[in-house]
């Protein structure tokens, strides 16, 4: 079974410019989550999505990040413009259902290494 | 609010060594508590969870017991290995959301 795969997986960025990050899911898993892991830190979840529907955006910073899942599948997580303080680790993640279920387990790709300079 | 704490890193031991990073959590409710593992340059990995008080998970060599009493979640294994070198983090899951500790960085010397 392949796994979450997101793209790139590090980008070099000026602040003030937009970039934008990739993520498809497990095959066949309705929710997907974008984590910020700020490094020494645990990750923090942005947003979370069941198919293409937001479920909790509550601490995504909406005046520059935007996230969409248009088609229910892959996703994409944009920063515009970025400030330094985005410098992280964005980490996609995906799962058959939501948390709420008990039994349910999040799968993580490897995650795409932001550096604001 | 709700957190998790866990022990601060990094954490230093020998091959073979008994291993312990402890992990407390503050939430409402009866969360499912989970602990991830980050090896170098990979994704986090589900190590092992436990749904409900009481419960052990095991992994790998590795446990946790769900202690309602003391709302902890501690990790446990008893002979570790150059290979168990990577990030843990302790969470917990709670209606709609998953909720991670900072992480805890541990380094095994051969």
């Known amino acids: 079974e392949a796994g979450v795969a997101q793209s790139p997986r590090y980008k070099i960025i000026e602040k003030r410019q937009s970039v934008a990050f990739w993520c498809n899911p497990i095959s066949g898993h309705a929710t997907l989550y974008w984590y910020q892991q700020i490094l020494g830190q645990g990750p923090k979840l942005l947003i979370q999505f069941q198919n293409n529907g937001v479920v909790d955006d509550s601490q995504l910073p909406k005046d520059r990040f935007s996230a969409e899942r248009l088609k229910g599948v892959d996703s994409t997580l944009k920063i515009q413009p970025a400030k330094l303080e985005d410098s992280a680790v964005y980490l996609c993640?995906?799962?058959?259902?939501?948390?709420?279920?008990?039994?349910?387990?999040?799968?993580f790709g490897p995650g795409t290494r932001l550096t604001v300079l | 609010g709700n957190s998790v704490t866990q022990m601060e890193g990094p954490v230093t031991l020998s091959e073979e060594a008994f291993l312990t990073i402890n992990c407390t959590y503050t939430?409402?409710?009866?969360?499912?508590l989970f602990w991830y593992v980050q090896y170098p340059g990979e994704g986090l990995q589900l190590l092992l969870k436990?749904?409900?008080?009481?419960d052990k998970g095991s992994n790998k060599g590795f446990e946790a017991t769900y202690r309602k009493e003391t709302t902890s979640f501690h990790l446990e294994k008893g002979s570790v290995q150059v290979s168990d070198s990577a990030v843990y983090f302790c969470a917990y899951s709670s209606a709609s959301k998953i909720i991670f500790g900072s992480g805890t960085r541990l380094s095994i010397r051969p």
């Open positions: 436990a749904t409900k008080a009481d």
């Open positions: 993640a995906s799962s058959f259902t939501g948390p709420g279920s008990l039994t349910d387990t999040q799968y």
């Open positions: 939430a409402t409710g009866y969360p499912s």
